[in-house]
């Protein structure tokens, strides 16, 4: 079983916490494990953030989805495969504002 944090080292320690609909369980590596009680917050606090931010940040070099909306650039090669569905969306919504200046939208020709 791979740690839950990285997704890389194998887990040997698990943190269980008690939510509204029961128990939650994360694995961890140690090295995850350390360096999130070092960061001073619970290993389950960590995990909940990394989960509202998946997809929306590229784990790799911190760029996010807002970055990209503003910007329209990565901030490295790995940012496309890490938010693709993000970008992918940012892009349509660029070529969506962009097309009223165009001519008549398609399938109008009759
Ligand atoms: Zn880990
Ligand atoms: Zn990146």
Not at 78 to 95: F, G, P, S, W
């Amino acid at each position: 079983m791979l740690c839950d944090y990285c997704g890389i080292r194998e887990a040997t320690l698990s943190d269980k916490t008690v939510v509204n609909n029961g128990v939650a369980e994360y694995r961890f590596c140690k090295e995850c494990y350390v360096s999130i009680l070092r960061s001073g917050v619970s290993p389950f606090a960590a995990m909940q953030e990394k989960n509202a931010r998946k997809g929306k940040e590229c784990p790799s070099c911190g760029w996010t989805a807002r970055d990209f909306a503003e910007k329209f650039m990565f901030g490295c090669p790995d940012c496309y495969r890490n938010m693709r569905e993000v970008a992918l969306a940012a892009a349509d919504a660029t070529q969506a504002s962009h097309r009223h200046t165009g001519s008549r939208p398609e399938g109008d020709a009759r």
